[in-house]
């Protein structure tokens, strides 16, 4: 019986000996809790980066042509860009879209007194 | 056994003589014949034995050892984002057999690829370079974003990831998870720049950006050099493997009939071909890979039981002083200590996103795939498409291979040499028949057929895409240089015949795989790509992102950073990485520095001496820099040239910088060679007019149709206005956009979960 007993302890100690080499890397947080931390730090990171590149495009949008922001509504950079100032001159105030005639606004109804 | 034909007992025995004398009766007639019969099935018998009883420590020596190919995955050594893997022969797997029902799927697979082959040819136009060797430019996003799978994920992966898997757990998934960023970042930001460009290859794109022929030529030759070395040569040592292990057959008749079918719909088809076979090759790749999964699962006992049984999947029989054989502790963090792993968390934020962005942003067959898109939205797409499909190698491959190593420690994990030599050929280790081990044993027939599909479907896609982008290389750099005035006609014939010299280099690699016992030669080869990709990423990055970057400035980074590298690649012939038990006796530089740190610092090197090269000399010209960078990428097309742009045939030299009078006098010779064409085309209707039928016939095959001289120039105008190819419809363009930040997040998660 006490060989026995000797052979199951030995037993027990090599089992501890190997469990004790192959423990895992402790871990600080849960796996998943990681992952939602990374996300919300990468999220935030999105987020000031969007500000960022809108202040800059709100500041540099008079000066240059072609911005980085890309979201430029209706149509992507066209060829004719460089035709819209003048015909801003010509957009009528009331109608977004229609353009005024300049020549009639000068054109007075002329009444001759009989 | 019973005896039951001896002469019939003469009633019962009563005494212990008449029991004697019935017993020798009985012996002697049985007749010779069975006791023969009974020796002779030994050896059957003890197979048998042996297939059922995997730990059996009788081990019976089975044929065919013909293909030895003793070598082992090293996960430093993972070239085309994850794997390396020379794939070494396995005797003691059992012997594989395929029934009936496995050759009905393996023949319904091929026929199934050969239609789909044969409707893409049908429906694309392929007379045209841009028809050839773009696809017409016309691609969807979803055949884009297959392609781009299928063309990554090759027959090495499969073995490679689950090989590393099981071997050092789940860090070789970094490269498949750094390779979802960067196809995000091609998409984003640099296929912008190459659409606006108008480029087809990427050397091509070097040689507008920077001028000159010398950067042009270097890396188109650079580029077929790691094609032919590294990529086909490693699909083919994976694919033939499994080939001749699955289905018993000659190693060349195997590999000459698949080329020989790959070949069929490649060279008549182009890259439409290619690109819709690839979109079914992944869907077969994904349903049998995903099977595999849940039988492997289903196996080893759940989720819990693999995070738990691969700490204890330790061999039998390993040497008790070391550490040989034991997995290692982080198996299952991504993110590795900086100074002892074998993966260190610093070099694969730093060192593996650069040879990953050249793989994935300036390689010829990832963005060739792209630059056959509609229009930026669908290549934004089909990118987004290729990330989403990335994250699953994490499932199909890498826990395979670990479930693989819980299941069948002995083999896969084999820690003591002659065990490794006995199993698999390789005294190095035997995680390389992780995979194939699960489906040759776990698998039910019909579904080991299914597999066989899926790895020659992995194959096949690799090599397609290989053949074709290798050939649009030859073609758009090389030959173009020799002959500068050839014709689209000439164009085409050549790039299909040397899609055909890439079939028989294909083939001649079976008998360098048959020589290579070592093995070694097989790694060295692989260090080839690790140690060339950083200068080259380098180039391409300043060369898009900084206007200054001039033509000297990259050619003597490149010059210098290949220099670098191959310093190190020789270091590593001479000194080869010990093996598990052995003392590591190599000079410092090459033990401490981990191939990823010296990845880094060699990029670092490249930049230091592009930025102070090309700050030291001139400013490139203007129209170096026009639609080349990432500023400039919709800048208006030259007007000088728009006269000439709706002629610009592909065949002449398109040089931006050639003057007018250069292309004017190219034009008046397309228009002689189109007058002779069509004069040839009058007399040889005249005189041959029976055999016209059958020309014709053989010429819609190969996808060249002679062209009348008014349809000389070719048809869709290219690129007008390059900056109108960028638009975007901006309602999508914003679902695209924020597919991305949700495909970025849930990169970042899975990345997180693991580390």
Same mark, same amino acid.
């Given at each position: 019986?006490?060989?026995?007993?000797?052979?199951?302890?030995?037993?027990?100690?090599?089992?501890?000996?190997?469990?004790?080499?192959?423990?895992?890397?402790?871990?600080?947080?849960?796996?998943?809790?990681?992952?939602?931390?990374?996300?919300?730090?990468?999220?935030?990171?999105?987020?000031?980066?969007?500000?960022?590149?809108?202040?800059?495009?709100?500041?540099?949008?008079?000066?240059?042509?072609?911005?980085?922001?890309?979201?430029?509504?209706?149509?992507?950079?066209?060829?004719?860009?460089?035709?819209?100032?003048?015909?801003?001159?010509?957009?009528?105030?009331?109608?977004?879209?229609?353009?005024?005639?300049?020549?009639?606004?000068?054109?007075?109804?002329?009444?001759?007194?009989? | 056994?019973?005896?039951?034909?001896?002469?019939?007992?003469?009633?019962?025995?009563?005494?212990?003589?008449?029991?004697?004398?019935?017993?020798?009766?009985?012996?002697?007639?049985?007749?010779?014949?069975?006791?023969?019969?009974?020796?002779?099935?030994?050896?059957?018998?003890?197979?048998?034995?042996?297939?059922?009883?995997? #730990?059996?420590?009788?081990?019976?020596?089975?044929?065919?050892?013909?293909?030895?190919?003793?070598?082992?995955?090293?996960?430093?050594?993972?070239?085309?984002?994850?794997?390396?893997?020379?794939?070494?022969?396995?005797?003691?797997?059992?012997?594989?057999?395929?029934?009936?029902?496995?050759?009905?799927?393996?023949?319904?697979?091929?026929?199934?690829?050969?239609?789909?082959?044969?409707?893409?040819?049908?429906?694309?136009?392929?007379?045209?370079?841009?028809?050839?060797?773009?696809?017409?430019?016309?691609?969807?996003?979803?055949?884009?974003?297959? #392609?781009?799978?299928?063309?990554?994920?090759?027959?090495?992966?499969?073995?490679?990831?689950?090989?590393?898997?099981?071997?050092?757990?789940?860090?070789?998934?970094?490269?498949?998870?750094?390779?979802?960023?960067?196809?995000?970042?091609?998409?984003?930001?640099?296929?912008?720049?190459?659409?606006?460009?108008?480029?087809?290859?990427?050397?091509?794109?070097?040689?507008?950006?920077?001028?000159?022929?010398?950067?042009?030529?270097?890396?188109?030759?650079?580029?077929?050099?790691?094609?032919?070395?590294?990529?086909?040569?490693?699909?083919?040592?994976?694919?033939?493997?499994?080939?001749?292990?699955?289905?018993?057959?000659?190693?060349?008749?195997?590999?000459?009939?698949?080329?020989?079918?790959?070949?069929?719909?490649?060279?008549?088809?182009?890259?439409?071909?290619?690109?819709?076979?690839?979109?079914?090759?992944?869907?077969?790749?994904?349903?049998?890979?995903?099977?595999?999964?849940?039988?492997?699962?289903?196996?080893?006992?759940?989720?819990?039981?693999?995070?738990?049984?691969?700490?204890?999947?330790?061999?039998?029989?390993?040497?008790?002083?070391?550490?040989?054989?034991?997995?290692?502790?982080?198996?299952?963090?991504?993110?590795?200590?900086?100074?002892?792993?074998?993966?260190?968390?610093?070099?694969?934020?730093?060192?593996?996103?650069?040879?990953?962005?050249?793989?994935?942003?300036?390689?010829?067959?990832?963005?060739?795939?792209?630059?056959?898109?509609?229009?930026?939205?669908?290549?934004?797409?089909?990118?987004?498409?290729?990330?989403?499909?990335?994250?699953?190698?994490?499932?199909?491959?890498?826990?395979?291979?670990?479930?693989?190593?819980?299941?069948?420690?002995?083999?896969?994990?084999?820690?003591?040499?002659?065990?490794?030599?006995?199993?698999?050929?390789?005294?190095?280790?035997?995680?390389?028949?992780?995979?194939?081990?699960?489906?040759?044993?776990?698998?039910?027939?019909?579904?080991?057929?299914?597999?066989?599909?899926?790895?020659?479907?992995?194959?096949?896609?690799?090599?397609?895409?290989?053949?074709?982008?290798?050939?649009?290389?030859?073609?758009?750099?090389?030959?173009?240089?020799?002959?500068?005035?050839?014709?689209?006609?000439?164009?085409?014939?050549?790039?299909?015949?040397?899609?055909?010299?890439?079939?028989?280099?294909?083939?001649?690699?079976?008998?360098?795989?048959?020589?290579?016992?070592?093995?070694?030669?097989?790694?060295?080869?692989?260090?080839?790509?690790?140690?060339?990709?950083?200068?080259?990423?380098?180039?391409?990055?300043?060369?898009?992102?900084?206007?200054?970057?001039?033509?000297?400035?990259?050619?003597?980074?490149?010059?210098?950073?290949?220099?670098?590298?191959?310093?190190?690649?020789?270091?590593?012939?001479?000194?080869?990485?010990?093996?598990?038990?052995?003392?590591?006796?190599?000079?410092?530089?090459?033990?401490?520095?981990?191939?990823?740190?010296?990845?880094?610092?060699? #990029?670092?090197?490249?930049?230091?001496?592009?930025?102070?090269?090309?700050?030291?000399?001139?400013?490139?010209?203007?129209?170096?820099?026009?639609?080349?960078?990432?500023?400039?990428?919709?800048?208006?097309?030259?007007?000088?040239?728009?006269?000439?742009?709706?002629?610009?045939?592909?065949?002449?030299?398109?040089?931006?910088?050639?003057?007018?009078?250069?292309?004017?006098?190219?034009?008046?010779?397309?228009?002689?060679?189109?007058?002779?064409?069509?004069?040839?085309?009058?007399?040889?209707?005249?005189?041959?007019?029976?055999?016209?039928?059958?020309?014709?016939?053989?010429?819609?095959?190969?996808?060249?149709?002679?062209?009348?001289?008014?349809?000389?120039?070719?048809?869709?105008?290219?690129?007008?206005?390059?900056?109108?190819?960028?638009?975007?419809?901006?309602?999508?363009?914003?679902?695209?956009?924020?597919?991305?930040?949700?495909?970025?997040?849930?990169?970042?998660?899975?990345?997180?979960?693991?580390?």
């Amino acid at each position: 019986m006490g060989r026995d007993h000797t052979v199951v302890i030995w037993l027990i100690l090599t089992l501890g000996v190997v469990t004790a080499q192959i423990d895992k890397v402790e871990r600080a947080l849960p796996q998943w809790l990681t992952g939602i931390i990374a996300v919300a730090v990468f999220l935030f990171l999105i987020f000031v980066a969007f500000l960022v590149n809108k202040a800059w495009c709100q500041d540099s949008r008079p000066d240059t042509k072609e911005c980085e922001c890309g979201k430029t509504p209706g149509y992507a950079n066209t060829n004719g860009d460089h035709y819209d100032t003048s015909l801003d001159m010509f957009r009528s105030r009331d109608h977004e879209g229609a353009y005024e005639n300049m020549d009639l606004e000068g054109i007075e109804d002329k009444v001759t007194v009989m | 056994m019973c005896i039951k034909n001896g002469p019939p007992p003469k009633g019962h025995p009563d005494n212990m003589k008449q029991l004697w004398e019935a017993l020798e009766s009985t012996w002697a007639s049985i007749p010779v014949e069975r006791f023969q019969h009974l020796v002779e099935s030994m050896p059957r018998q003890i197979e048998t034995m042996n297939e059922d009883n995997v #730990s059996n420590p009788v081990r019976v020596q089975l044929r065919n050892h013909s293909l030895r190919i003793p070598v082992t995955f090293d996960p430093s050594m993972a070239t085309t984002q994850g794997t390396t893997v020379p794939p070494s022969q396995s005797p003691g797997l059992g012997v594989p057999t395929l029934v009936t029902i496995d050759i009905v799927v393996l023949v319904v697979y091929f026929l199934l690829v050969l239609a789909v082959g044969l409707w893409s040819m049908w429906k694309t136009k392929r007379s045209t370079v841009d028809g050839y060797f773009l696809a017409g430019k016309s691609m969807s996003w979803w055949p884009v974003g297959t #392609s781009l799978f299928a063309s990554n994920v090759g027959s090495g992966h499969f073995m490679g990831l689950a090989g590393s898997g099981a071997a050092a757990g789940i860090s070789a998934v970094a490269y498949e998870w750094n390779g979802m960023l960067m196809v995000l970042l091609l998409g984003w930001l640099f296929l912008p720049i190459y659409i606006a460009s108008g480029v087809t290859t990427m050397p091509e794109y070097l040689q507008k950006r920077f001028g000159g022929k010398r950067i042009q030529l270097f890396i188109a030759i650079l580029y077929l050099f790691i094609y032919i070395f590294t990529k086909i040569s490693v699909d083919m040592y994976a694919g033939a493997v499994f080939i001749q292990q699955a289905l018993q057959w000659n190693i060349y008749v195997a590999v000459v009939v698949l080329l020989l079918i790959t070949a069929l719909y490649t060279v008549t088809g182009g890259l439409a071909a290619v690109m819709y076979t690839d979109a079914a090759q992944t869907g077969i790749m994904l349903i049998g890979a995903l099977t595999l999964m849940g039988f492997s699962f289903a196996e080893v006992g759940g989720w819990n039981a693999l995070l738990e049984g691969y700490a204890t999947a330790i061999p039998s029989v390993r040497d008790p002083n070391t550490t040989c054989g034991i997995p290692r502790d982080d198996a299952f963090h991504l993110f590795r200590d900086p100074v002892t792993s074998d993966l260190p968390w610093p070099g694969i934020l730093l060192g593996m996103s650069i040879p990953s962005m050249w793989y994935w942003c300036s390689d010829q067959v990832i963005v060739q795939r792209s630059l056959a898109a509609k229009n930026l939205l669908h290549a934004k797409g089909g990118s987004l498409l290729a990330a989403y499909l990335k994250i699953l190698p994490f499932f199909m491959m890498v826990l395979p291979g670990m479930i693989s190593r819980i299941l069948y420690p002995d083999e896969v994990a084999c820690g003591d040499p002659e065990v490794c030599t006995e199993v698999c050929g390789n005294p190095v280790g035997c995680s390389d028949i992780a995979y194939a081990k699960l489906v040759m044993k776990l698998l039910p027939s019909g579904l080991r057929g299914l597999m066989m599909a899926v790895m020659i479907a992995a194959l096949m896609s690799s090599l397609t895409s290989i053949f074709n982008s290798s050939s649009t290389i030859f073609t758009m750099d090389l030959w173009r240089h020799v002959r500068p005035r050839a014709t689209e006609w000439e164009l085409m014939l050549v790039g299909r015949m040397f899609v055909l010299v890439l079939v028989v280099v294909s083939v001649l690699w079976i008998p360098v795989v048959q020589a290579s016992q070592g093995g070694q030669l097989f790694i060295y080869i692989q260090s080839i790509s690790t140690y060339l990709q950083p200068p080259v990423s380098i180039v391409f990055l300043t060369g898009c992102f900084w206007k200054r970057t001039n033509e000297k400035g990259a050619f003597w980074g490149l010059f210098l950073g290949l220099l670098v590298g191959g310093v190190r690649m020789a270091l590593d012939f001479i000194y080869p990485s010990p093996l598990c038990y052995q003392e590591d006796s190599r000079p410092d530089v090459v033990k401490h520095v981990h191939y990823l740190y010296f990845s880094t610092v060699l #990029s670092l090197l490249t930049l230091v001496v592009v930025v102070g090269v090309s700050l030291a000399t001139e400013k490139p010209r203007p129209e170096q820099i026009s639609r080349l960078t990432w500023f400039t990428r919709f800048d208006k097309v030259e007007k000088s040239s728009g006269a000439l742009e709706t002629v610009e045939t592909v065949t002449s030299a398109t040089e931006t910088e050639e003057s007018a009078e250069q292309e004017i006098e190219v034009r008046e010779q397309e228009k002689a060679n189109g007058e002779t064409h069509l004069q040839r085309k009058v007399s040889s209707e005249a005189s041959v007019r029976s055999q016209s039928r059958l020309k014709a016939a053989l010429y819609w095959l190969c996808g060249m149709e002679r062209q009348k001289e008014g349809d000389s120039a070719p048809q869709p105008p290219l690129l007008l206005h390059p900056a109108s190819s960028l638009e975007e419809d901006p309602c999508l363009s914003h679902v695209v956009d924020a597919n991305l930040i949700i495909c970025l997040s849930i990169a970042v998660f899975i990345i997180g979960y693991w580390a």
